[in-house]
């Protein structure tokens, strides 16, 4: 059964800072993974899609690596602002096409 | 790019009262559709699987009866909660396989936010 793990859960930073947060999955038979932000009362926003043939993908500031055989993708923030300040969720599909959420992350950029 | 919008994104109804929510896609033909739930600092988790023109198929402890799912064409998909408690008030995020799309890409929805009082 396909498992998806969000360290750490809640991470508080200065602005200006460089981050990385972590997603781990137990099964590699993985069709695609995602990286979605959500804030306080709103939905869902998807950020980053990394297809399980691609090592990584590059928005603006934000970019997200995919090891498909160790079971891990990270997702980079640069140079972090109080706007990133929100719950960072990370998805893997599997068989069926049904997605998988981490419980996710809650990130607070201190300005 | 593919767009998948659910409506309302926010609705507040009385206990005992039905609630539909629905998931479209907009410039792309959905196979399949799949609904999630968000309890309060968890997860989400799926809660069913639809398919055009079939009956859904639900997760392990999901009310079939109480979380009625109709996905009539292949651009629509509706779940409907029915006499709605409180505990079910939460957060419903639909998504969608397109068909005949780039292999293995699902589009979601922005999440409808349910308050029952």
């Known amino acids: 059964k396909q498992e998806v793990t969000q360290i750490p859960a809640a991470l508080s930073v200065p602005e200006g800072e460089n981050l990385v947060l972590n997603c781990s999955f137990t099964d590699s038979a993985i069709y695609n993974l995602q990286w979605f932000r959500q804030d306080p009362g709103k939905g869902l926003t998807s950020l980053l899609l990394i297809q399980s043939s691609q090592r990584e993908q590059t928005s603006g500031r934000l970019n997200a690596s995919l090891d498909k055989s160790s079971g891990r993708s990270t997702l980079y923030i640069a140079a972090s602002q109080p706007g990133d300040s929100a719950t960072y969720l990370c998805a893997v599909s599997t068989g069926g096409f049904k997605t998988i959420f981490g419980a996710g992350t809650r990130l607070f950029v201190k300005a | 790019g593919a767009v998948v919008s659910q409506h309302p994104s926010r609705v507040i109804c009385k206990s005992g009262t039905s609630v539909k929510i629905e998931c479209r896609s907009l410039d792309f033909q959905a196979t399949t559709m799949f609904w999630y739930r968000q309890f309060p600092k968890q997860s989400l988790m799926l809660m069913a699987t639809?398919?055009?023109?079939?009956?859904?198929?639900?997760e392990q402890g999901v009310e079939k009866d109480k979380f009625l799912i109709n996905h009539a064409s292949l651009t629509l998909s509706t779940l409907t909660v029915t006499s709605a408690h409180p505990e079910d008030s939460s957060f419903y995020i639909c998504?969608?396989?397109?068909?005949?799309?780039?292999?293995?890409?699902?589009?979601f929805g922005e999440g409808s936010w349910l308050t029952v009082v």
């Open positions: 639809s398919n055009e023109g079939s009956k859904a198929t639900y």
């Open positions: 998504s969608a396989r397109a068909k005949g799309g780039p292999g293995n890409t699902i589009y």
